[in-house]
């Protein structure tokens, strides 16, 4: 608040407006300005209005000759938001529309809706797998702006660990369980094909349906991939219990018995 109300202040010098008015005026809005409505950590903010504004206000400070780092960094930070979840967002897009598609195709006995139900489940373990990698990929890179490598890692943790580390939150462990659903429903999809059609397109479509249930309780309360502007210079700590060898390999496997069988 303090940084945000002094780079609008500067700003505002610059062009001659008087910055505590315009500061006034933002705050007698209520109703979402004061109020816990945008400081709720989720998805990135999209629409025209507000990328139209801030873009508007760094182009004024450019032109000034005036650098406000918060401001600037503001469209970045939601673009990098918006790329780690993409993977997600179209997994779950997927999953609903093939598991509609196959269990109406079973029912129906329409042999060209149940056929979506295979590309569909090696789509979504495609998309989960590129998030999941985006996510060990910034415990790698210590990108201490992720608040889960900030809160779980550090720069002296070793690399082994630091991988581990994407899997030793809430989080992260919900991300490898979905990543193992995909996985396990990809694997049906490939060998599957000896099944009736109808009971492959049953089994693909509810799995893809109950995914999908765990993927819209990861995107709206678990999300991996909240950001922290501006980054963290450090992170904490990956908790003690977790640093051994054997954790490196253990929760992969344990996840993959509890939700293959």
């Known amino acids: 608040k303090v940084a945000f109300a002094n780079e609008i202040g500067r700003l505002g010098k610059s062009l001659g407006i008087d910055s505590r008015r315009v500061m006034g005026l933002l705050c007698e809005d209520t109703r979402l300005n004061l109020s816990p409505y945008y400081l709720s950590p989720g998805n990135p903010f999209g629409g025209s209005c507000l990328p139209k504004d801030v873009r508007a206000l760094t182009h004024h400070s450019r032109v000034s000759g005036l650098h406000l780092p918060l401001l600037e960094s503001l469209i970045p930070s939601n ?52 998030a999941f990698g985006c996510l060990i990929a910034s ?28 899997w030793g939150s809430h989080e992260g462990s919900m991300l490898l369980w ?12 490939m060998l599957s094909a000896q099944l009736p059609a109808t009971l492959r397109a049953r089994v693909l ?8 249930g765990f993927l819209l309780f990861l995107l709206f309360t678990s999300n991996p991939f909240l950001r922290l502007v501006p980054a963290a210079p450090e992170g904490r700590d990956l908790n003690p219990l977790l640093q051994d060898p054997g954790m490196v390999i253990h929760p992969p496997m344990l996840y993959m018995g509890y939700v293959g069988f």
Do not use: K, Y
């Not at 979905?178 to 999809?189: D, E, H, N, S």
């Not at 479509?205 to 999908?212: A, F, H, I």
């Open 205 to 212: 479509g509810t799995m893809g349906l109950v995914s999908s």
């Open 178 to 189: 979905v990543l193992m659903m995909a996985g396990w429903t990809a694997a049906v999809a």
């Open 79 to 130: 673009e990098r938001h918006l790329q780690n979840l993409l993977g997600l967002i179209l997994a779950l897009a997927l999953t609903l529309l093939s598991g509609g598609l196959a269990l109406t195709g079973a029912w129906r006995r329409d042999a060209r809706l149940m056929a979506v139900a295979p590309p569909a489940a090696l789509g979504q373990f495609a998309l989960v797998a590129f």
């Open 139 to 166: 415990f790698v890179a210590n990108d201490f702006s992720v608040a889960l490598v900030a809160t779980h890692s550090n720069l002296e943790l070793p690399l082994p660990f630091r991988v581990a580390a994407s």
